[in-house]
């Protein structure tokens, strides 16, 4: 991380106080690899590691370094640490899930809604080794990736060219304690994020803290998975467990919520200007699993045909924007 990070990051257990370089001083070129930062007024202490700050709330934090499952704790709880570690676990592979040939018009789709502007600074929260963080760095002035993988984002770190890694700082976090100063951010994006956050209630207190970071007039991209008829009828034929309106994947590792537009459109619309949805990765059986170039070219297809978004669009995403007039 860059010492310049520091100005804008806050104490995640109350989202007010500044944190403090503790050790050590920044290395040449500004970089700090290692070290402590402090809370001014709880005095907590957080790790740098490999240039990263560790900035979980207290509590999952003291789980997770514990391992402790969370048994009898809060079920949201449990849920989270069990994501956590699932998600180090597949830091490695993670990427080979995703064939860019066949996702390459999903990226396009979320780059061009988005509409970066030089200059700008962006928030990729959940952004996990950062499949979509690389297609905005070449335009805007600083990315910040948020993740509360460490693993995942060590690999984002990896995988950054010299160049692009000048303008990305990366923090782990969770997105209901984002230690992020107010109205900090000119766009914040949020990809299939919001579908595995555990309760209506942590996916509401997320939602809550993304409108605070995000600075008035900002723009906010957020995708979740849809309950398309596609994912429906797969699961009435017992050849899938996806299209349940929430469960597990990951073999019960990892919690799910599909959402249906109307549903994402009244979610937003309680603390933001809703845009129109729009579908991503269409995906008609059989057909979309026999190559990726097949795959991307039915997805750019059905992106244009009416009445495709409730039917083959795994995902559903928009871009709303904070009133110019929200604290």
């Known amino acids: 991380m ?7 990051l806050r104490c995640p257990d109350d989202g007010r106080s500044p944190l403090v370089l503790r050790s050590p001083r920044p290395a040449a ?34 789980l997770h370094l514990s391992q402790d499952p969370g048994s009898g704790r809060d079920p949201a709880v449990k849920d ?21 040939r066949a996702h390459a018009f999903e990226l396009e789709t979320y780059k061009t809604r988005l509409a970066a502007r030089p200059g700008e600074r962006i928030l990729d ?27 995942s984002l060590c690999k984002l770190r990896e995988r950054l060219p010299p160049d692009e890694a000048a303008r990305v700082q990366l923090v782990q976090c969770e ?9 900090t951010f000119d766009a914040v994006v949020a990809t299939s994020l919001f579908s595995n956050v555990p309760t209506a209630e942590t996916r509401l207190a997320g939602l809550h803290e993304v409108h605070r970071v995000l600075a008035p007039g900002g723009r906010f991209l957020v995708t979740v998975y849809n309950h398309c008829w596609v994912k429906r009828a797969r699961q009435r034929l017992g050849l899938s467990l996806a299209g349940r309106k929430q469960g597990y994947h990951s073999g019960g590792r990892i919690p799910y919520y599909n959402f249906v537009p109307a549903e994402l459109t009244d979610w937003v619309g309680a603390l933001f200007h809703p845009g129109p949805c ?4 269409h995906r008609v059986p059989l057909l979309s699993a026999a190559s990726p170039l097949l795959a991307r070219a039915l997805d750019r297809l059905l992106f244009h045909v009416p ?21």
Do not use: N, W
């Not at 997105?175 to 109205?183: F, M, T, Y």
């Open 2 to 8: 860059r010492a310049s990070l520091i100005e804008i």
């Open 29 to 62: 070129a500004d970089r700090i690899e290692r070290g402590e930062l402090e809370c001014t007024s709880c005095h907590r202490r957080f790790p740098v590691r490999a240039g990263i700050p560790s900035l979980l709330p207290r509590e999952l934090a003291a």
């Open 80 to 100: 989270m640490l069990s994501e956590m570690s699932t998600r180090d676990q597949e830091s490695s592979v993670y990427d080979r899930l995703y064939d860019d």
């Open 125 to 151: 929260v959940g952004c996990g080794t950062g499949r979509f963080t690389k297609e905005f760095t070449a335009i805007a002035g600083q990315v910040v990736g948020a993740d509360f993988s460490m693993d």
């Open 175 to 183: 997105i209901g304690h984002l230690p992020l100063v107010d109205a």
């Open 278 to 281: 729009f579908g991503a990765v």
């Open 307 to 327: 009445y495709s978004l409730p039917v083959f669009a795994a995902e559903v995403g928009m871009v709303a924007h904070k009133p110019r007039d929200a604290a």
